[in-house]
Structures are given as C-alpha cells and as structure tokens.
C-alpha cells in the first residue's frame, strides 16, 4: 500500500469484537517479525469510531451496515476471519470503494473442522451425551443405551466445502448420503456411479448416494435418520428449517446445524423437541449469541449446544491467521491481493 499506508506508512487491522479471540492473537502472532502492519481489536459498540483509523478490517460477528461503513475512510478491504458475510452490507461496501471477502474453507482446514463438529454433535446424541453425564454423576453403570451411526441415512442440506467434507468422513460409518445443492437439478434420485468422476465443482459423485436441489428438501426429509444444515443463510433461507420441514422428517430424527442459527425456526424446533417429534437437536449455532444460558431449550436431555466453535481449532485458526497475515502484508506492499474470494 506505500503511501497509501497512513501514520507512519503502517498498515493497521481491526478485529471486531471479543468474541473468537484466536483469530486476532494468532494474526498478531504471525505478524510480529513485520512492525509496519499493526492489528488491533476493537469493543463492538467502539467500532464505528475507530473504524476511520484502519486498511483492513476482520468483521467477525460485528454487522457493519452502511453508516458504520461510511465512517471507514481510509479502508481498503473488510474480511471475514472463515466464509459468512451476512453481516456485512456488501452494497454499501461497494459504493464506498472497498473490497469484501471471505476465507475459503478447502484451504484452510475450517470446513473439515466444522465437518468433524458435525459428527462429534451426531455422536454426542446418538449416545445420550447428556445423560451419560448423569449417569457419571449417580454412579451407575451400563446406561443409558445409545445407539451408532452405522446403518443411518444422513440428509446434508447444502453440498458446499463443508458438505464434502463431511460426506468424506461419514463413508467410513457405513452411512446412506442424500445431500441437496442449489446447482443440482431438482428430483435427481438416482444412486450415483461410483465411476462418474469428479462434476463441474470437482466433488466426486461417489461421495453421495442421491443428490436433489434446495426443492427436494421436504421429500428428502422422510428418508433421513439424521439432518445437518449446512446452508449459507440469506433471504431464502432464513427459518428454512420450519414446521412444515421438520414435521416432515421421521419420528425421532436427528437435527444438527453448524451454519447459521438463523436457518432454524426457533419455536419449530422447541414445539417438536417438545412433543418428542425430532430425536434430538445438536447446534454449534444460535438463534442469538452467546447464547443465553438459562434458555428454555437447553432443559431438554436431547439437546446438544456447542458455542460457535466448529471452525475454531488450532489447525484452522493457524492457516486463517496466515490468510489474513499475508493480505495484510500484500496490501501494505501495493500488490494483488490472493487467498481470499472477493464477493463484489
């Protein structure tokens, strides 16, 4: 960036907030042998009015509409510290000349943790995490009876990064896999052949047994065992998980989201868990975060709730932290800007 640097030609990045204090200390940690770039973080309601101040900003959960926008005179790009960009107002970002962009999940290992969360989350309900706690507590032995991922039909809703990653390591539970993708043609429920090689998004067709579109949902979801959201959530998607999807599922299936909370009908999911139509819930997301510990939800032994830490482990925070180091370093040195997906 040169002159375009400010103070002393130092490029300065905002991590906004408190929460997920990882992603800003090991940025900072890779950053340490360059004094010319400075990352800091900021309280989320001081964000505004330091945000003038920086190049660069890691937008985390803060939701930077147009008027806090407007205020970042001297920035050249806001991020995302991993891939959702649902807080940010990217129209406004345009208009104001600055670039969005997310961190691909393939190449930083956050879709396969996400994707091992998920199956921690499974496996957690299968066998009743909660009451074997209990059972630690009362000091019994033999219960209660869980039960294994072998021989389950597992939905994936939302094939992405994410969806492969976590079909990947499903196939060696001996697991059915329907998965729903908005680029796929709608009622395709055929088995796939195993030799049909890689399609358009280089994802291996053997990887899934029958494949539909976002259309397919609710006829997909009579046959699942096991649902797992993994939709970016938008307009279209918001509450897509409601009464009339989760009445369509079996009795006793399984619910896990590790994308947004917003993609779950909260009340569905209550009315449901209550009348003991879906098995159980396990979440690494919520409806508002952090989440309030004394919610009625969290009373039910058939929920699961993790906070919003499915991407969040050493070997993907490390290589996020690069990420974010290198564009800085990039930036500061006025070259192309790599590793990241601009979205405007």
């Given at each position: 960036?040169?002159?375009?640097?400010?103070?002393?030609?130092?490029?300065?990045?905002?991590?906004?907030?408190?929460?997920?204090?990882?992603?800003?200390?090991?940025?900072?940690?890779?950053?340490?042998?360059?004094?010319?770039?400075?990352?800091?973080?900021?309280?989320?309601?001081?964000?505004?009015?330091?945000?003038?101040?920086?190049?660069?900003?890691?937008?985390?959960?803060?939701?930077?509409?147009?008027?806090?926008?407007?205020?970042?005179?001297?920035?050249?790009?806001?991020?995302?510290?991993?891939?959702?960009?649902?807080?940010?107002?990217?129209?406004?970002?345009?208009?104001?000349?600055?670039?969005?962009?997310?961190?691909?999940?393939?190449?930083?290992?956050?879709?396969?943790?996400?994707?091992?969360?998920?199956?921690?989350?499974?496996?957690?309900?299968?066998?009743?995490?909660?009451?074997?706690?209990?059972?630690?507590?009362?000091?019994?032995?033999?219960v209660p009876v869980g039960?294994?991922?072998?021989?389950?039909?597992?939905?994936?809703?939302?094939?992405?990064?994410?969806?492969?990653?976590?079909?990947?390591?499903?196939?060696?539970?001996?697991?059915?896999?329907?998965?729903?993708?908005?680029?796929?043609?709608?009622?395709?429920?055929?088995?796939?052949?195993?030799?049909?090689?890689?399609?358009?998004?280089?994802?291996?067709?053997d990887l899934?047994?029958?494949?539909?579109?976002?259309?397919?949902?609710?006829?997909?979801?009579?046959?699942?065992?096991?649902?797992?959201?993994?939709?970016?959530?938008?307009?279209?998607?918001?509450?897509?998980?409601?009464?009339?999807?989760?009445?369509?599922?079996?009795?006793?299936?399984?619910?896990?989201?590790?994308?947004?909370?917003?993609?779950?009908?909260?009340?569905?999911?209550?009315?449901?868990?209550?009348?003991?139509?879906?098995?159980?819930?396990?979440?690494?997301?919520?409806?508002?975060?952090?989440?309030?510990?004394?919610?009625?939800?969290?009373?039910?032994?058939?929920?699961?709730?993790?906070?919003?830490?499915?991407?969040?482990?050493?070997?993907?925070?490390?290589?996020?932290?690069?990420?974010?180091?290198?564009?800085?370093?990039?930036?500061?040195?006025?070259?192309?800007?790599?590793?990241?997906?601009?979205?405007?």
């Amino acid at each position: 960036m040169g002159t375009e640097s400010g103070e002393a030609g130092i490029t300065r990045v905002l991590f906004c907030g408190p929460y997920f204090p990882a992603s800003q200390d090991y940025t900072r940690d890779y950053l340490s042998q360059y004094p010319f770039i400075q990352v800091d973080e900021a309280a989320l309601d001081d964000v505004p009015h330091v945000i003038g101040n920086y190049h660069i900003c890691v937008a985390k959960n803060k939701r930077l509409d147009s008027d806090t926008i407007a205020q970042a005179k001297q920035m050249k790009l806001i991020m995302q510290f991993g891939v959702g960009l649902e807080g940010v107002d990217i129209d406004a970002a345009t208009k104001n000349g600055i670039k969005v962009a997310r961190i691909p999940g393939d190449v930083t290992g956050n879709a396969s943790s996400c994707a091992e969360m998920a199956i921690y989350l499974m496996l957690g309900l299968l066998r009743k995490q909660n009451e074997i706690q209990d059972s630690v507590n009362q000091r019994k032995l033999g219960v209660p009876v869980g039960d294994t991922l072998f021989g389950k039909t597992v939905l994936i809703l939302g094939f992405g990064n994410i969806g492969v990653d976590l079909a990947k390591r499903l196939r060696p539970f001996g697991v059915k896999i329907i998965a729903t993708r908005r680029s796929w043609c709608s009622n395709s429920q055929a088995p796939l052949q195993s030799d049909a090689g890689l399609d358009q998004n280089s994802m291996s067709d053997d990887l899934v047994d029958v494949k539909g579109s976002h259309n397919d949902m609710l006829n997909f979801a009579g046959e699942a065992d096991i649902v797992v959201c993994c939709l970016s959530l938008n307009k279209d998607t918001a509450g897509i998980i409601n009464d009339s999807f989760i009445s369509s599922t079996r009795k006793g299936a399984l619910l896990i989201n590790i994308a947004r909370g917003g993609l779950l009908d909260y009340e569905a999911v209550v009315r449901h868990l209550e009348c003991g139509h879906l098995g159980g819930l396990g979440t690494d997301v919520a409806w508002t975060e952090p989440f309030d510990p004394n919610d009625k939800i969290l009373k039910y032994k058939n929920v699961i709730l993790t906070p919003h830490l499915a991407g969040v482990t050493e070997h993907s925070y490390r290589a996020m932290a690069k990420v974010v180091g290198d564009v800085a370093l990039q930036l500061h040195a006025g070259t192309s800007l790599t590793g990241i997906e601009f979205v405007n």
